[in-house]
T-cell receptor, first 115, second 110 residues
């Protein structure tokens, strides 16, 4: 069973389109995240949700809107895609307090290519 | 703003050799992690270091933390090809605010 699963794995789209990436975790974690990894492999946090509540919202264009229908899901919707949005987007989850000392469990990533 | 720096950024080493990757961070932190990422793959947690002087070892990898120096090291002993990957350190400060280093790409040559 996949612990943190995100779909799609690859997403190729035209500039100006709107797209969504979905993420689900079956670990019972209470916190979920979205990270962006750019072409230089630098990982930067975008959002963090704890029990469906937005906790961290880094300086991200408001074209990016996370949605957490329940604590096991955190989706990322992107409006009006731009070339600079091309990157790998990772979903992750963790316990805020728990036996795993808050280490992050990552999904397999979504490679977004904006043409 | 918390900054996390790793060095070296690239490391090519022969099998059987030892080497150390360094991770410096700019302000006090609550925890430090080491992650591994294989090409085109997700990140896998290696170690969590919670306190000054913490040392964790698994296989050929050993991580340590010096909170006074704001420094963590990841030591590789007798490297093997399977260790080729990119290694990230990540520092937590505040409520779930995780800042990653830029990564060290390790290539172990047979």
């Amino acid at each position: 069973d996949t612990a943190v699963s995100q779909t799609p794995k690859y997403l190729v789209t035209q500039m100006g389109n709107d797209k969504s990436i979905k993420c689900e975790q079956n670990l019972g974690h209470d916190t979920m995240y979205w990270y962006k990894q750019d072409s230089k492999k630098f990982l930067k946090i975008m959002f963090s949700y704890n029990n469906k509540e937005l906790i961290i919202n880094e300086t991200v264009p408001n074209r990016f809107s996370p949605k957490s229908p329940d604590k096991a899901h955190l989706n990322l919707h992107i409006n009006s895609l731009e070339l600079g949005d091309s990157a790998v987007y990772f979903c992750a989850s963790s316990y805020v307090q728990g036996p795993t000392n808050e280490k992050l469990f990552f999904g397999s990533g979504t490679q977004l290519s904006v043409l | 703003e918390l900054k996390v720096e790793q060095n070296p950024l690239f490391l090519s080493m022969q099998e059987g050799k030892n080497y150390t990757i360094y991770c410096n961070y700019s302000t006090t932190s609550d925890r430090l992690y080491w992650y591994r990422q294989d090409p085109g793959k997700s990140l896998e947690s290696l170690f969590v270091l919670l306190s000054n002087g913490a040392v964790k070892q698994e296989g050929r990898l050993m991580a340590s933390l010096d909170t006074k120096a704001r420094l963590s090291t990841l030591h590789i002993t007798a490297a093997v090809h399977d260790l080729s990957a990119t290694y990230f350190c990540a520092v937590v400060r505040g409520y779930q605010k995780v800042t990653f280093g830029i990564g060290t790409k390790l290539q172990v040559i047979p």
